[in-house]
Structure formats: C-alpha cells, structure tokens
C-alpha cells in the first residue's frame, strides 16, 4: 500500500517509541523500569471521578458543540481569570481532545508553507512535527544546562524576520522542568511587543506542578492582546490523560479557525470528561487533590536530586516544574561497552540502558538537545530508587 507523501514524512514520537520497546521486553519477562512516558502514575481523583458518574447519571451523553460545553467553558474562563489574570470571553475558549489537539489545531490554522516557526530548545517531542505538517519551517533555539535551559530575550529576538510566524514554547517546560520567572516573561514581552505580526503559543500544561513561585502567563498582558493562544488541560495537573481533555482561550478569530478544523477532525472532546472537567477546576476538594499530587513529586524531585548528584558524569541543573529530569549525559559519549559497543549519543546511551539496565528513558534527540536523556520522575519512590541504582551499575561499566 503506498500511503501518501503527508504520512511517510511523520515521524514517530520517540517516547512513544521508547514505551513500546520496554512493553516488549516486559512481555518477554524482563523487569523493565519505564521513566520514559510523561503520565502521572496517580489514578484520577476519586473525588472527579464520581463528578463523572453523576454527570452520566444526568445523561450528559450526548454530542457536546465542537467549542465545549458551555459549563466547561465558563469554568475555564474563571480559572483562567482568576489564576493567570487573563480575561477572555466565552467564545474564545476551544475545547480539545487533549492539549496536543489544541497545539495541532493552532499550528495548523496559522501556519502556511514556509512560514517560520520558533521552538526554543529542549521542546516537547511534538512541536517540530506539528510544523513540519503544516508546512512551516522549524527555527530551534539551543539552551544549557548552566542557563538551565532557558533562552534569553535577546537570543529570541535574534531569531525573529519577516518570515517569523509563531513562536512555541512550555513553561514548565518538557523535558527540562525549567520554569520562566515573571521577569524573564516580561523581557520578552518587550520583544514580542516590537512585533506585532508574531503569534505565541504558551504551552501552560504543566502549570499545576510547580516548585517555585507562580509566575505570571504571557496571556495576561494587555499589549499582546489577540495575538497569545494559552493552551491547557488537565492531564497532568489532574492525573486525568486517558479522559483526552485539553483547551485554548485565544484571540476569537483563532479560535473559530479552530472549530472548523476540529470540527472535521474529530468534533467535540466527550462530554463527560468536560462536565468531570468543570468539577475538578472548582471545586475545593479537588484542588487539594491537585496539591497532594505536586507535593508527592516534589518529594521525588528532591529525591532523583540526590540521586543524579551521586552519578559522575550526570550534569543536571534542579527541575522547578514538571515531573522531569534532564541531565547532560555527554561525558559518556565514546566509551564502550562490556561487549565493545561505542556510545556515540544520547540515542546509544538510551538504547543501552534499556537492554543493560533494563530502565527505559529517552534520548534527548527527541527534544533538540541531543546531549542530554530525559528522566520522568512520575513513579515511585522505591521504583526510582531501583531504576537509578540500576543506570548508576550500568554507568560505572562502560569504559
């Protein structure tokens, strides 16, 4: 079968990737570690659950309007004003079927051939090929470590021409964990206020696992009015990935395009994950759920800390956000191992882990930093423990 161009030019998520290779070896009986998948290992709150039993109960089964429900959309609308101080009416609110529809969507309804787009690196597996999709033009920005992994106002603007369409970027950021203060926002505020034909697309999905002080969004300021597409969800924050519901508030006429193309795509995000949706994003006892969740990861980030500092070799500035580690994994580049094999990259090195260590990690390739392994911290601690007592053997055996 000759499938089309379009398709034979998608490149597999390597995390996806990653994950399906350790499933293989666990059905061949290996005890493979994953801290490959970016997944909450929390069930969802008991507490949002039962939102969505009453809610099927009240038969809210039905098609939803390709926008959201109006429930759900009014939920989102006072979250996002009284959390991120960014004001938007109904109308500009897109309900998605995860927040990687609403990035698809936006990218897809914006970008035209040749269109350039800025993606600071690390990014998120994704965005590059989102773009390449759309016919864009990809632009990465490089980071370090020592800057942990942040671009600075200057760096973005250096990148900007009258081809610069759209720029991508998270915060907390996957794979880094780094998290943009205010100050650092407001710097590049003044840049993007310099060019007005620039749209954004601030990836907030990370928002609710936090460890420093909230910063402010990029949606919020007034001068970037109609130009910021502030796209979330309640994946992560919430423990919620297999309910498949994310969302955009953004300039109206973005947000129609949207509707149009998801409209065809795939129409409305199930209707009873919104209603759970809207539950979850008010009520009190949901939040605390929510702050048990961050509290326990932030448990675990002090513990990987301790952990990746023991390992020479690893350079890895402290996550502030996120559920992940990403240390420098340079240093073994070139070393061999007990069966003569060269590390030449971080691909190696993953691949080596794997079938040595049997813990399933992923290559920083896949987020244009190809220094570096990203390390999901969203497991136990006594399975965290294990995994990096597992990497450090393996480490320690190559020469």
């Known amino acids: 079968m000759k499938l089309s161009q379009r ?18 070896l666990k059905s061949k009986g290996h005890d493979v570690i994953s801290l490959s998948i970016g997944e909450p290992d929390f069930d969802t709150p008991e507490v949002i659950c039962n939102s969505a039993n009453r809610a099927m109960g009240n038969g809210e089964t039905h098609y939803p309007p390709v926008l959201g429900t109006i429930d759900f959309r009014t939920a989102i609308k006072n ?35 040749g269109d350039e787009v800025i993606i600071p690196a690390p990014y998120w597996v994704s965005y590059p ?8 033009k990809v632009v990465s920005i490089e980071s370090a470590a020592e800057n942990h992994f942040k671009i600075s106002a200057e760096e973005l603007e250096s990148k900007i021409n009258a081809n610069t369409r759209l720029i991508i970027f998270s915060s907390p950021c996957n794979p880094s964990g780094s998290v943009m203060s205010t100050e650092e926002i407001e710097e590049w505020v003044k840049v993007l206020e310099k060019h007005p034909e620039v749209y954004v697309i601030a990836d907030e999905i990370y928002e609710k696992i936090l460890f420093t002080d909230k910063p402010k969004s990029l949606g919020a300021y007034p001068s970037l009015k109609g130009r910021i597409a502030t796209v979330n969800g309640l994946s ?8 498949r519901i994310g969302y955009m508030a953004g300039p109206k006429e973005w ?20 209603a759970a949706g809207a539950f979850a994003l008010h009520n009190l006892a949901a939040q605390q759920e929510v702050e048990n969740m961050r509290i326990s990861f932030n448990k675990r980030r002090q513990l990987m800390s301790q952990m990746i500092a023991d390992i020479h070799g690893m350079n890895c500035p402290e996550p502030q956000g996120a559920f992940y580690y990403f240390p420098d ?3 073994y580049f070139g070393q061999t191992t007990a069966d003569s094999k060269r590390i030449m990259n971080s691909d190696d090195l993953c691949m080596y882990l794997l079938e040595t260590a049997h813990v399933a990690t992923v290559s920083g390739s896949a987020f244009g930093t190809p220094s570096c392994i990203r ?8 399975q965290l423990t294990e995994a990096m007592k597992r990497i450090s053997m393996a480490l320690t055996q190559l020469n």
């Not at 979250?79 to 936006?106: C, M, P, R, T, Y």
């Not at 992560?236 to 309910?243: E, I, L, V």
Request: proline letters at 1%.
């Open 7 to 24: 398709m034979q030019n998608v490149v597999e998520s390597q995390t996806i990737a990653m994950t399906k290779k350790a499933r293989e």
């Open 255 to 274: 947000i129609q395009a949207c509707e149009k193309y998801q409209g065809m795509i795939s129409s409305g995000a199930n209707s009873v994950g919104q």
């Open 375 to 382: 390390l999901s911290y969203a497991a136990s601690e006594e």
């Open 79 to 113: 979250k996002l004003l009284k959390e991120n101080n960014i004001e938007v009416e109904l109308d500009e609110i897109i309900v998605s079927n995860g927040a990687k529809q609403s990035i698809f969507n936006a990218v897809m309804t914006l970008i035209n051939p």
């Open 329 to 331: 994994v340079s240093h």
């Open 236 to 243: 992560k924050g919430y423990a919620m990935t297999g309910w």
């Open 129 to 136: 090929s989102m773009v390449h999709y759309a016919g864009g």
